[in-house]
């Protein structure tokens, strides 16, 4: 696997690496979804990203017909310069032994504002826990950490942070570490 | 901020049959956590776990250092396992960088990689005794990982906390003597666990207290993204060692433990027969490491990686560790999201602590394999 560039759409160089398990993958959601941006296809990874109103119709298709049955982690990245935040689902399938080196990154943005009021601003993504029940805590976490609220998630309260927390969410790259 | 409900600061009518127990977090049987349980005389109705207690931010500290000084404060969730978690945290950087592993210290890692393993799951194992009352089995494993940590000591120069995984290879090269050494304490210490089962597993208290309680199945293991011994527990046969080798465990010559129970006695065994295959592996790679060789390749000063994101996972003490890191050409990660085999388990604690009696919290919460520090990171 290689260093490669992968911000635009540039599947990798060397075909033969990637197997035809992850081509076909591949092909199946762009086949079914022709908005989704596949962004690589390296060996045992691919990523998908998903504006955020397909989210959920993507997510069932990759459950439903593709088998990946968890999410192994839910991460949030704040992009500041482009006013959003990426939320980036690791999925991955215990029940496929042909899919059990794959995990599918699963990403879509949300707009970011510059004073968050987690919950109550527009940073809101639709909750995938109806169809990957595995996401709950990490969404948890992703919500206060970033200030993503996840609509239908029945579960948005604080996890890791202290009760007395009143800063802004602290994995947002606006907040700084005291001394550095 | 807006109007948030906080864990366990809920007003709640008073009622007359629940009551609200708070089990930590200082108390010793929650490790560093508060579980919130809701009981109905000695029946929990409601559990809520509220991890956190021990948070220090890693992922946030990872932005703001760079890939090699990250290193030390990166192996701290998890002390006795600091092996296991850099692993993926070096196999990532390599990827990011372009590196290539030296043939030894791909060996040499897998043998402390699996030492760690066992000294981990040594010192679960007391903690597993001790909270059933069992205190030989506190005792035994405590003094048994000090022939592992003795060994690790001798190959890295710190007791726990080793930093012997850097991108790129390992620190230092093992001492003259050390296969033998290493070949004596694992024949040794294979012995040793074998007794377990006599004083342990085969006893009848621990039988009555964890068989049939706390039980997961099979599906609700898939559903809920478990991971690790309580996956394999519940009769999942999944391990990133043999589903996705990394470095040289495609060479190795190891079985995975499945048990189809997934009650808290299945959950508690599989750590310990996964001991026995550990044992396995540090003699096969004893026998086919290359004698001689560089075991790190050189660095140039404070490395940048790529435009580019990579996803790198292994098989720690506590299920598969995964690491997250996203590169933007600068010399530190600009997101690092560390998946953990605890936070993952975590899930499934309320799901199995609910109906059960309040005197199954310590078979059933310490049978999950959990470590707080991991899940709070």
């Keep these: ?39 690589y296809v390296n060996p045992n990874r691919i990523r998908v990203n998903v504006k955020r109103e397909e989210i959920i119709d993507v997510a069932s298709f990759i459950r439903d017909e593709l088998h990946f049955d968890h999410a192994e982690s839910v991460s949030g990245v704040d992009y500041p310069e482009d006013n959003q935040v990426e939320v980036v689902y690791h999925l991955g399938s215990y029940t496929d032994p042909s899919l059990s080196k794959q995990i599918l990154a699963l990403a879509t943005r949300t707009p970011r504002e510059d004073i968050p009021h987690p919950g109550n601003d527009n940073t809101k993504l639709p909750s995938l826990y109806d169809v990957f029940p595995s996401v ?11 200030g993503v609220y996840f609509e239908g998630n029945p579960d948005n309260r604080r996890l890791l942070l202290p009760e007395d927390w009143a800063d802004i969410p602290p994995l947002r790259k606006d907040f700084a570490i005291k001394g550095r | 901020m807006s109007e948030r409900i ?38 929990i109705v409601h559990c809520d776990p509220d991890p956190g207690y021990v948070h220090r931010g890693e992922e946030k500290m990872a932005e703001y250092r760079n890939y090699i000084t990250n290193i030390p404060h990166l192996e701290r969730p998890v002390i006795h396992d600091s092996c296991n978690i850099l692993y993926p945290y070096c196999l990532g950087v390599e990827e990011l960088l372009g590196l290539e592993v030296p043939e030894r210290a791909k060996y040499l890692r897998v043998i402390a990689a699996e030492l760690n393993r066992c000294v981990y799951t040594q010192y679960w194992l007391g903690i597993y005794g001790i909270f059933l009352g069992h205190s030989t089995m506190f005792m ?11 060994l690790l000591e001798k190959m890295t120069g710190a007791r726990v906390t080793h930093s012997y995984f850097v991108p790129g290879g ?58 690790g011994s309580v996956l394999r527990a519940s009769g999942v046969d999944f391990d990133i060692r043999k589903k996705e080798p990394y470095d040289v465990y495609e060479e190795m010559d190891f079985d995975t433990n499945v048990l189809k129970e997934g009650d808290s006695y299945a959950r508690s065994k599989i750590p310990w027969l996964d001991m026995f295959q550990s044992c396995r592996i540090i003699r096969d790679a004893l026998q086919k490491m290359p004698k001689s060789g560089s075991v790190r390749v050189k660095l140039k000063p404070n490395p940048r990686g790529g ?3 990579v996803y790198r996972r292994v ?48 078979p059933v919460y310490w049978s999950l394999n959990y470590w707080p520090v991991e899940a709070d990171r």
């Design chain 1, 1 to 39: 696997m290689s260093s490669t560039n992968n911000t635009e759409i540039e599947k990798i160089e060397d075909t033969s690496l990637v197997s035809d398990t992850e081509k076909s993958l591949s092909d199946s959601i762009s086949k079914k979804f022709p908005n989704v941006q596949i962004t």
């Design chain 1, 136 to 146: 709950s805590f990490h969404e948890r976490e992703c919500f206060e950490m970033l």
């Design chain 2, 6 to 43: 906080l864990p366990g600061l809920q007003l709640e009518k008073v009622d007359d049959r629940i009551m609200t127990l708070n089990v930590g977090p200082q108390h010793p049987g929650s490790g560093h956590m508060r579980i919130i349980l809701k009981v109905d005389g000695d029946y």
């Design chain 2, 140 to 150: 035994w494993p405590v003094g048994d990982r000090e022939l592992f940590i003795d």
């Design chain 2, 170 to 227: 390992i620190r230092n090269d093992v001492p003259p003597n050390f296969e033998d050494v290493c070949l004596r304490h694992v024949n040794y210490f294979e012995k040793r666990i074998k007794e377990y089962a006599d004083v342990f597993y085969d006893n009848p208290i621990l039988i009555s207290r964890t068989k049939d309680t706390g039980i997961l199945s099979r599906e609700d293991a898939i559903k809920l993204g478990t991971t």
């Design chain 2, 307 to 309: 435009d580019t994101e």
């Design chain 2, 315 to 362: 098989e720690s003490g506590r299920g598969t560790l995964g690491m997250h890191i996203v590169s933007k050409g600068k010399p530190q990660p600009y997101r690092l999201k560390m998946s953990v085999g605890s936070f993952r388990n975590l899930i499934a604690m309320p799901h199995l602590l609910t109906g059960e009696k309040l005197g199954n919290l310590p």
